[in-house]
């Protein structure tokens, strides 16, 4: 099955800096790779995903950027606010016969911004 | 993921005792999921369904069981086979019925305590 890696575990960054968070996956069959932002106590919401066929794509702050070859995928926050201050989660999707399986996440990147 | 409710917010079991957590779904999406979520830890697929009256088990299923007889509902029951029940239970669903992965979007959740 799919297996994603998540780094760092914690990141600390000044208030106005960039930060980003790097995911590794296992599954060349992967196409789906999805990043939520989760708050303390809340349900995950979707922020910005990207599918196989694009290397890169941006909403206003964030951008995610993602290399087939190598297996891996990055997101990256420009301009940090103390908002943004959350755990973030990546995820892969899986596939067996037909139809997608669900996401496989990794195990999240607590951001802390500092004021 | 206004559309996705999970109810109860907050469940207390006594050990040895089974729960049902409830969740519905008025987006008319044919995929529904379950994952589990442990402090510091990401989410974990416990069953999916593509469509009603089907569904599969998904990485962690050992100790819980789910039906699929409507498609607004997906219930999850926590059988006493589960060995550390303790987490927090998220509802998930997408729009479903192709052979790609669709943006899922998450309920509130169920926090369960085992005492």
């Known amino acids: 099955g799919e297996n994603v890696e998540q780094h760092p575990s914690t990141l600390s960054v000044q208030e106005g800096d960039s930060a980003v968070i790097k995911c590794t996956y296992s599954?060349?069959?992967?196409?789906?790779f999805p990043w939520y932002k989760q708050e303390l106590g809340k349900r995950p919401q979707l922020i910005i995903d990207?599918?196989?066929?694009?290397g890169e794509k941006k909403d206003q702050r964030i951008a995610v950027t993602l290399n087939k070859t190598a297996k891996h995928f990055s997101l990256h926050i420009t301009e940090t606010q103390p908002e943004d201050s959350a755990v973030y989660f990546c995820?892969?999707?899986?596939?067996?016969?037909?139809?997608?399986?669900?996401?496989?996440f990794g195990k999240g990147t607590h951001l802390i911004i500092q004021p | 993921d206004g559309g996705i409710t999970q109810s109860p917010k907050y469940l207390f079991r006594k050990e040895g005792q089974n729960v049902t957590l409830s969740c519905e779904q008025n987006?008319?999406?044919?995929?529904m999921y379950w994952y589990r979520q442990d402090p510091g830890q990401g989410l974990r697929l416990i069953y999916y369904?593509?469509?009603?009256?089907?569904?599969q088990k998904g990485d962690i299923a050992e100790g819980y069981s789910v039906s699929r007889e409507k498609k607004e509902s997906f219930p999850l029951t926590v059988t006493s086979a589960q060995k550390n029940p303790t987490a927090f239970y998220l509802c998930?669903?997408?729009?479903?019925?192709?052979?790609?992965?669709?943006?899922?979007?998450f309920g509130p959740g169920t926090r369960l305590t085992v005492l």
């Open positions: 369904s593509q469509i009603v009256n089907d569904f």
């Open positions: 995820a892969a999707d899986s596939f067996s016969g037909g139809g997608a399986d669900g996401l496989t």
């Open positions: 998930a669903s997408s729009i479903g019925g192709g052979a790609g992965t669709d943006t899922q979007y």
């Open positions: 987006l008319n999406h044919d995929a």
């Open positions: 599954d060349s069959a992967s196409n789906y």
């Open positions: 990207i599918r196989s066929n694009v």
